[in-house]
Antibody, heavy 119, light 108 residues
Framework: EVQLVESGGGLVKRGGSLRLSCATS????????MNWLRQAPGKGLEWVSS????????YYAESVKGRFTISRDNAKNSIYLQMNSLRAEDTAVYFC????????????WGQGTLVTVSS | SSELTQDPAVSVALGQTVRITCQGD??????TNWFQQKPGQAPKLVIY???NRPSGIPDRFSGSTSGSTASLTITGAQAEDEADYYC???????????FGGGTKLTVL
């Protein structure tokens, strides 16, 4: 069974840093592109970042570029999101999600971890 | 353009057919994915590619695209289909993902 479990969320002050983790199981992690997405309270979905299976191709939304860093450890079947210079507008539930090897983007999601940035 | 536009809310009578639409220039070049999200839950992929359903998604869900408009059709809506629905695709460069603002579906 494919599972993705996010952790690391919490309350942080504006300008602070936080590192999110997404631990996976149930599939050959090293073959799959992975993503971080977020959803502000009561709002829609926003893609944050993607990382290729090898970690060599990385993309960021403009809203987080230069502040967030995505990474992965294929030996630990995990991806990470280092978030620096956090702003109030970064407050959201952060999800990790897998891209299928075929056409299905974002075919499996974790349950999310809440990040709250206080001013 | 990297924007996808959805109607904020749609309603349907139980057992009837409903279409949820998504407009955006990038839909002319890239497939649209559709996600269902119920309160307190993670989004679930219901349609991907040209018109494909992941395992476990009922066949009352279908997708189509015409020009810059993608549609998610639920034929014979059930009470459990009441949820928020989001369309998703790529931006014009192909590497960034974009989402519509979501459509809240109410089953009457």
């Amino acid at each position: 069974e494919v599972q993705l479990v996010e952790s690391g969320g919490g309350l942080v002050k504006r300008g602070g840093s936080l590192r999110l983790s997404c631990a996976t199981s149930g599939f050959m992690f090293s073959l799959y592109r992975m993503n971080w997405l977020r959803q502000a309270p009561g709002k829609g979905l926003e893609w944050v970042s993607s990382i290729s299976s090898s970690g060599t191709s990385i993309y960021y939304a403009e809203s987080v570029k230069g502040r967030f860093t995505i990474s992965r450890d294929n030996a630990k079947n995990s991806i990470y999101l280092q978030m620096n210079s956090l702003r109030a507008e970064d407050t959201a539930v952060y999800f990790c999600a897998r891209d299928d090897l075929g056409m299905a983007d974002l075919d499996y999601w974790g349950q999310g971890t809440l990040v709250t940035v206080s001013s | 353009s990297s924007e996808l536009t959805q109607d904020p809310a749609v309603s349907v009578a139980l057992g009837q057919t409903v279409r949820i639409t998504c407009q955006g220039d990038s839909l002319r070049s890239y497939y649209t994915n559709w996600f269902q999200q119920k309160p307190g839950q993670a989004p679930k992929l219901v349609i991907y590619g040209k018109n494909n359903r992941p395992s476990g998604i009922p066949d009352r869900f279908s997708g189509s695209t015409s020009g810059s408009t993608a549609s998610l059709t639920i034929t014979g809506a059930q009470a459990e289909d009441e949820a928020d629905y989001y369309c998703n695709s790529r931006d014009s460069g192909g590497y960034h993902r974009v989402f519509g603002g979501g459509t809240k579906l109410t089953v009457l």
